[in-house]
């Protein structure tokens, strides 16, 4: 029954049935927010442990020797480099370790470029009125706040089912000089959770910018975050960059936020000699080196990649039953309707789901008002402005499954009512 | 037997004799690093048991129920900002916590106003080309990278035994609309160790400075670090700029690096509600909030204000032996040849000697031939150069006590030579 198909009578008598169902929602009285990626409390719990394997009768002492609980190295312990260098796919010299945060360690180095180039001779960003940023959309808010922040006008560029539009993005930067870098998250991306393939991988690559400066800020944020049994395998952007003859184009980010605990995992950027020079010659100046014995603790924990590997299959068996519970309203609500497309990815956190447009807005207003809080409509395009105000990001990782189920039956009902009242209307 | 007295024979005489002292120093082959602040490992080991109060078994729920392994909290738990509040005299909301280093907060807040004014209107800094900073002299190195880092003019200003001397501070600043903050260490100042007399921060509570975006960078990095049984007081910047009208001046800063683990400790900063959103604005950008869970290992270990304070007099039982070696080997071997003049500070991390004019390069030179590494000569003045070549910064907390003397009859043994070589060529 695609609405598409129904008579205008028809379309009224669901419209009354699905109202009925929302009022019956709105008196159960839920209070539930689905607006960000939080793992949930089973996520943390499988965590405690590395709160016990650093304690006071283990050696604080790097394998060099070096007293971890003192001042000191600037770029991280060398076997956290190794550690986190396999994430990214780079060679343990390309890392610098940091904070807690990797959108912390992105911020930088768009606070970085801003004063001090990152090529010799050229113009420091803010000394670019017109600087621009390519954004690749349905996106994540925070880059774009990142670059909203730095004064950069934010170009959209549409996304397809192997990543950006590589013809649009090719096009942009040949010809303009003020575009300074691209926001990326080639794996499980937010929200689509698409995986860039090989040959997006490769033309990012091969790109040639009219700006010397030109950057791609790629956020691997969800590098082993698998949902599905066979994840997506993701080509080394450094290595084909290296091979392209290209390598300071690429500044690579990760962190084990939605490995370890939220907000206390550690942070780590990649990138070629030449740039890292430029950071460093700024991180040398901000801090005289991040938390050691929270790099100890996550080596202690997980020893090795394949420690990582193994607790990331049991994130997947809490993640996996929500993901499938979303999808599964949808096909089972929405599908028939056709007035909805929605992705099923194979790893990262989120789900993203194009509802009919003009309606995301109405949809997570009426959500909102039986006690659902989701992510902001537009929030997934930069300056919060979807042109077809459709797209919504789903986080499924936060509520337990029971509760999800409720609020995927909320949600499914809003969208249907906010479509056929659209539909209506026109 | 000041060496003003003495003859050029008798000069001679006591050279050869210091010389061949000197050779027997060169053929021990010491190898000694006091070029930095870092605490020892005694004072390591007495915050051992923090590694244990934040455990699996333990909550780590905040106060209000927040789970604190999780994202969020931007300026970190409500109980750390009270805690901290206390150490540096400020009220629990202006506080802001940060990471591990209150260095990486004080760059983040010069950043912040290199391209965002911290006053409506105001021109971001980066815009301003004869930027300039005051910098007390001697002053902290980390301070004056930083602003040099920027691009910033760096005026020095003389130190005096009460502070700066706010009579020039209060001139330059009334002048020159460039002169954008100064850096001030206000208790057991680096190096000199002295604290700024209640006059002083008065006097800075009640400056006018010409440029409205002008700020205090109080960089309160010893509040709680006595040495002396009666530390010192210093009178709280933020109420007397609060009482002068001027609440905006004071930007301050502290760390628990010094207190518990040099890398791994908790970082805070309070300024005015109207500062703060500046930077609120840019934090909100940058990160979803730093490490909370080191923030409850502090507060579980500390538990409050009062055992912050029991265990700094652990450190003062471990620091006060070395800087009473410092002291009584400078008394001993320097005292009466009148050629250097020191300070004795109640706190902090070192002792500030002024040797003969024209002799501190090339003393730092002939401790580090014997194998002992100084901070080098010229660290405590912008751009590295002191213009009389007298200061030397001594960090006596690193080595164990039998090698701090050994260190300073080497050092003494230089000061005497570089003096008496200096004499016999003038």
């Given at each position: 029954m695609s609405y598409s198909n129904l008579t205008k009578s028809e379309l009224t008598a669901e419209l009354a049935e699905l109202s009925q169902q929302y009022e019956g929602f709105v008196e159960k009285g839920l209070t539930l927010d689905m607006s960000?990626?939080?793992?949930?409390?089973?996520?943390?719990?499988i965590c405690l442990p590395m709160l016990d394997v650093l304690n006071s009768s283990v050696s604080c002492k790097s394998a060099n020797g070096?007293?971890?609980r003192n001042y000191g190295i600037l770029d991280g312990i060398p076997e956290c480099k190794a550690l986190m260098s396999q994430l990214i796919q780079v060679r343990p010299e390309q890392v610098m370790i940091g904070g807690n945060s990797s959108l912390n360690m992105m911020f930088d180095a768009i606070a970085c470029m801003m004063t001090t180039p990152i090529v010799e001779?050229?113009?420091p960003w803010f000394n670019v009125p017109d600087r621009k940023f390519l954004c690749p959309v349905p996106g994540y808010d925070r880059h774009f706040s990142v670059t909203g922040y730095f004064g950069f006008e934010m170009i959209p560029v549409p996304m397809t089912a192997?990543?950006?539009d590589m013809d649009i993005v090719e096009e942009l930067v040949k010809n303009d000089a003020s575009i300074k870098g691209i926001w990326c998250v080639p794996k499980y991306a937010n929200p689509t959770g698409i995986t860039y393939s090989d040959e997006t991988v490769r033309r990012f690559a091969c790109l040639q910018p009219a700006a010397k400066d030109f950057r791609i800020m790629w956020d691997d944020a969800y590098c082993v975050h698998d949902i599905a049994d066979e994840g997506d395998k993701l080509l080394s952007l450094m290595d084909e960059c290296e091979k392209a003859g290209n390598p300071d184009l690429p500044i690579i980010f990760c962190s084990t936020s939605k490995v370890s605990f939220p907000?206390?995992?550690?942070?780590a950027m990649a990138t070629s000699e030449n740039n890292m020079k430029v950071f460093k010659a700024r991180?040398?100046?901000?801090?005289?080196?991040?938390?050691?014995l929270n790099m100890l603790r996550h080596l202690l924990f997980f020893k090795d990649f394949d420690g990582i590997k193994a607790h990331m299959m049991k994130h997947k068996d809490i993640l996996k039953p929500r993901f499938e519970t979303v999808i599964s309203k949808f096909e089972e609500q929405l599908a028939s309707c056709e007035i909805a497309s929605w992705t099923n990815p194979r790893g990262g956190y989120f789900v993203s789901i194009n509802v009919y447009p003009g309606t995301a807005k109405a949809v997570v207003k009426m959500c909102k008002?039986?006690?659902l809080v989701l992510t902001p409509a537009g929030a997934t395009f930069p300056g919060g402005f979807d042109p077809e105000d459709s797209n919504i990001r789903i986080a499924p990782s936060y509520p337990p499954v029971e509760e999800l189920k409720m609020a995927m039956d909320v949600f499914c009902t809003c969208v249907r009512i906010c479509a056929i009242q659209k539909i209506l209307s026109e």
């Open positions: 960000r990626g939080k793992p949930c409390t089973e996520q943390l719990d070096f007293d971890l001779g050229a113009t192997e990543g950006p907000g206390s995992g550690v942070a991180y040398t100046n901000q801090t005289i080196g991040f938390d050691k008002e039986a006690g």
